[in-house]
């Protein structure tokens, strides 16, 4: 992570209409507390010191303080404002920034009422991929990911989720018995399953972060 910036009046070309040496203080303040690791207690100064008229930096160091904590949509968040602000020279560098968090993986835990089901992922030309068996953790690259969740007697449930960011997804479902008998095969699964393939819950979710 880079470091952060130092108070706004030193940084050239990036002083702020209606700066105060009061914005100037608190800043630096929550600049002192950024080096100590303590980006927790950081964030509220420079959110202050911004409301307070200091230049768009305070939004840039937000950003790296949401970094810093591992809560990269915030930090996303902060960035692009940041990078939106009038008079930001490096904004092409902080997009780059943007673009690599959005990419990173999601952690994805997934249990299920009973236990003991299939999750299986649906990849290219219409095959599946077994993920392994509930409870399971996985990692999920960013973008849209498909899943079906499969036990024998029990309709199977499909789930969407939207991964990237890093967002960790914890997920508990409640499967309902299969009464007609349509699925719980999982039979388009790349783990050698055979058979027809199961009929969906009509019930999906969609998860987003």
Partial sequence: MALLLLASSAVPGRAGAGETPDAVAVYQEGVDLAKEGKFTEAIPLFEKAQEMGAPPVALYNIGKCYEALGKYDLAVEFYTRYAGSPGVEDAEEVEKIIKSLRKKPSLVSISTTPPGAKVLESIDKGSQLNLGTTPVEFSAGAGEHDYEIVLEGYKTKEI????????????????????????????????????A???????GITLEV
């Fill in 160 to 195: 969407t989720v939207v991964a990237g960011l890093g967002k960790a997804f914890d997920l508990t479902v409640e499967l309902s018995p299969d009464l007609l008998g349509s699925g719980g095969d999982g039979g388009g699964a790349k783990d050698g399953g055979g058979g």
């Fill in 197 to 203: 393939a199961p009929g969906p819950d009509l019930l």
